[in-house]
């Protein structure tokens, strides 16, 4: 009886919590009732091996090892990589990322490199501005040694030249995904990769200096039948994409990102021919109504973002509204210019009921654009209104009433009170999110208040004043530092003491906008100075 009873409740010397004793022992304790002499034996021979130094993970097969290793971040597998030669092997075949300083000098380095790498299918290769980066040869030995490679990424590698990235595409036709920013290379090089990897899927360009007005047409090639989406930023003749826009027949996501000269008839011949888009993100072009019929023909459009297009209008929106009524997303920077209001949603709200995600900057809607948009998207569950003078307390109270499936709200620049927010206590029974920033007539008074009253809302106020909103607070898509326009008339803008004649030429095509008749501020302001938005809904 009393044995009986000390095995399993009173302590023994084996059940008894102990130094001595380590996970091992307790694993034995409580699998069977321990008998002391095999205990000893076991933490002896745990207690040798730590003694000796024997690699406790020598147990584990490669594949164990390295699924730990993936949970790592990059600075604790270069150290793991340290500890001896078997988790350097480990470590070597199974990272399949790989970034890289892309400086001249590190072209001796590579065929080491990547006999340790061997499975590395995603490569970053990086150079800042102040050194030379690799040439056709480095691009040419990597291409070699890492055929399996599906996804490249080259920033500033301004060594590189048509006839390397063509040598690159013919050794790695498996590439799925190509973003090149700042390179020197041009037309041929991008329809060389065009034409060799047939499966690519996802292609963005930015500041591909090789393009001029005198570039060769690019594309479409044979990824034409595999490409579905296309990233086009700060290119000077960016339409010669346009071959490769129209024949993409698989084409899902196109934007067009503060890329010169007009755009109204690829996006026209892309209306025609390819309508098969879900997103469309329009920033900073010269695009007009014409362009924006156009893109209504992809009736399956969900995504729309028109920004900073000062001639766009209701009218163009309209027709986006009466053809695409499976819209979801929709961003609409006006640019202070009121060519977009009332009108323009109204349509959106009778023809999208589907719509769930709404943002409006620097545009002055009133109850009569938002009551509907309010009543009948009545899946609305992201709503911004920034840099507007025209959303008072009545246009929050008319939100707070009908908009039932509301989650996330943001209220930005705009002349509401206290009165406004406090409306929001009993309406948007599903509000979970509330950003107030900029709005000088609300209090933290009445944001307590609405903590207390609503106790699972989460609310948010940042009632900072900081310089005017210029209607462009938002970083949605990808913002980076831009050009700026030229000033309102026919006056030139001095070139800044770090221009070059790069920008002086960027300046001189962008003076279609000079003769427009719209407020200067909406001119002064650029990227650099964007209220960030993208956290907000």
Known sequence: MGQSSSAFGAPTEFNRPSNRFNFRTSAIVSAFEPNEEVVDAAEAEFLESVVVGRDCTADLPDECLASIFHFLGSGDRKQCSLVCQRWLRVDGQNRHRLSLKAQAEILSFLPSLFIRFDSVTKLALRCDRKSISINDDALELISIQCRSLTRLKLRGCRELTDEGVAEFAKNCKGLKKLSAGSCMFGARAMNAILDHCTALEELSVKRLR????????????????SLKSICLKELINGQCFGPLIIGSKKLRSLKLIRCLGEWDKVLDMLGNFNTGLIEIHLERVQVSDVGLCAISNCSNMEILHILKIPECTNFGLTCVADRCKLLRKLHIDGWRTNRIGDEGLMAIAKQCPNLQELCLIGMNPTSLGLAPIASNCVKLERLAVCGSATIGDTEIACIATKCVALKKLCIKGCPISDAGVETLAWGCPNLVKVKVKKCRGVSSEIVEWLRERRGSLVVILDACESEPLD???????????????????????????????????????????????????????????????????
């Open 471 to 537: 209607g462009s607070g938002s970083e949605i898509g990808v913002h980076e530092s831009g050009i700026e326009f030229p000033p309102i008339g026919n006056q030139v803008a001095d070139a800044s003491s770090s221009g070059n004649g790069r920008l002086a030429m960027f300046r001189t095509k962008l003076g279609f906008f000079a003769g427009r008749n719209f407020v200067a501020c909406t001119f002064r302001r650029w990227s650099n100075n964007d209220d960030s938005f993208s956290g907000d809904l």
């Open 210 to 225: 090789g393009l001029n007005d005198a570039a060769e047409p690019i594309g479409p090639g044979a990824a034409a039948s």
